[in-house]
């Protein structure tokens, strides 16, 4: 005895096609936001993958990073108790020079040098160059509203998403 072949049929999958995607998930090439703990945001330095964004080494980091180069964000935080010496003394191992693991494609630039021009992309969003008061402005502002450790370090420190908004214009994740 035969067992007959299946016809093939051509049509929509069963069930109306693609399943949603995840909450927090975003269409390729969108924003991403901060504020939802979800999604897991990656950051990269020059190039370099720091992390994801909520994370405490990266986070610290990269506000280390910022510090070092010294710019309105940085003097405005420092001038609220959120200096590199209180960084390290929350985060210790958020110092400059990194040690990179060898899966970096190369060291990570030198935000101390102030001739390097160091790029920060959250995700697959340049978000502007490290220095530049509206890109430091959107880095501490997403920090902040990750709520990671280093957010409520800021937090603790009266630095909050709404404070830099209102101080940095633009900087928010609206």
């Not at 998930?25 to 979800?38: I, L």
């Not at 992390?51 to 280390?64: A, E, K, Q, Y």
């Not at 030198?110 to 008061?133: C, H, K, M, Y």
Request: aromatic share 6%; hydrophobic share 35%; glycine share 16%.
């Amino acid at each position: 005895m035969t067992v007959p072949e299946p016809k093939p049929a051509f049509g929509p999958p069963a069930g109306g096609g693609r399943p949603p995607a995840p909450p927090g998930t975003d269409e390729p090439g969108g924003r991403p936001d901060p504020s939802d703990p979800g999604p897991p945001i990656p950051v990269y330095l020059g190039g370099v993958p720091l992390g994801d964004l909520g994370h405490p080494r990266v986070d610290s980091r990269l506000l280390t990073a910022l510090l070092l180069r010294g710019g309105e964000v940085a003097r405005w935080l420092e001038a609220r108790g959120a200096g590199r010496a209180a960084l390290s003394a929350a985060f210790p191992g958020c110092g400059w020079p990194l040690d990179p693991p060898l899966s970096w494609p190369h060291g990570p630039p030198d935000p101390s040098n102030p001739t390097a021009v160091i790029e920060v992309d959250l995700q697959r969003l340049r978000v502007g160059s490290l220095g530049d008061t509206a890109a430091d402005g959107r880095i501490v502002c997403a920090i902040a509203l990750r709520r990671g450790q280093v957010g409520r370090w800021l937090s603790s420190l009266g630095v909050d998403a709404a404070d830099i908004e209102a101080a940095f214009p633009g900087a928010g994740w609206k």
